[in-house]
């Protein structure tokens, strides 16, 4: 088994930043596929930004030029870095990964997800 706990959430005044990190624990033997997605109150939940375990990157165009997603795989870990913060990003954003455990058991995971809330 696996677990994704995600950090870095908060409030934060509109035009601020923030920095998300997701750490990937467990029984790990590879990650492929990471990711964010967010879910703001009353709305389906959608795709922030993606990476390959290569290092490709895509991403919402609502997001494109203020969010940057990275990862480092020594560490199981990626991450979100926020900028240009606006109302319209308030809500729990989500870590996703697909990782596959030292017996070879390939599943999708997720993390419990953190508030992300901008108001001035």
């Known amino acids: 088994q696996a677990q994704l706990v995600e950090s870095g959430g908060g409030l934060v005044q509109p035009g601020g930043s923030l920095r998300l990190s997701c750490l990937a624990s467990?029984?790990?033997?590879?990650?492929?596929?990471m990711g964010w997605y967010r879910q703001a109150p009353g709305k389906q939940r959608e795709t922030v930004a993606t990476?390959?375990?290569?290092?490709?990157?895509t991403y919402a165009d609502s997001v494109k030029g203020r969010f940057a997603i990275s990862r480092d795989n020594a560490k199981n870990t990626v991450y979100l870095q926020m900028n240009s913060l606006k109302p319209g990003d308030t809500a729990v954003y989500y870590c996703?990964?697909?990782?596959?455990?030292?017996?070879?058991?390939?599943?999708?995971?997720w993390g419990q997800g953190t508030q992300v809330t901008v108001s001035s």
């Open positions: 996703n990964a697909g990782i596959a455990t030292l017996t070879r058991s390939l599943s999708d995971y």
């Open positions: 467990g029984s790990i033997f590879r990650i492929y596929d």
């Open positions: 990476i390959t375990g290569g290092g490709r990157t």
